[in-house]
Nanobody, 114 residues
Framework: QVQLVESGGGLVQPGGSLRLSCAASGSIFSIYAMGWYRQAPGKQRELVAR???????VYVDSVKGRFTISRDNAKKTAYLQMNSLKPEDTAVYYC????????WGQGTQVTVSS
């Protein structure tokens, strides 16, 4: 059974930065495309960034140029570097496999506010 543990969220002012981490255990991590998802209050969960097993990345337009997804397969960890944060980035952030997902972790809260 795969377990995902997200960390690194917090309260940040607009224009600030955060780096999220996602540690996976219990399965082969390196062969799967991984994604960072977010869910804002009252909204559906959305996939905002994805990275293939070979490192190719895709971003949703709203975060393009500000967020960077990366992975360390040896550590079974995915990262999301978030720069130039905006209030509309406020959400709970989750990582998971792209496509058929594993059980969701608890997520990490990101709040962008002055």
């Amino acid at each position: 059974q795969v377990q995902l543990v997200e960390s690194g969220g917090g309260l940040v002012q607009p224009g600030g930065s955060l780096r999220l981490s996602c540690a996976a255990s219990g399965s082969i991590f390196s062969i799967y495309a991984m994604g960072w998802y977010r869910q804002a209050p009252g909204k559906q969960r959305e996939l905002v960034a994805r990275i293939t097993s070979s490192g190719s990345t895709v971003y949703v337009d709203s975060v393009k140029g500000r967020f960077t997804i990366s992975r360390d397969n040896a550590k079974k960890t995915a990262y999301l570097q978030m720069n130039s944060l905006k209030p509309e980035d406020t959400a709970v952030y989750y990582c998971n496999k792209v496509g058929t997902t594993w059980p969701w972790g608890q997520g990490t809260q990101v709040t962008v506010s002055s």
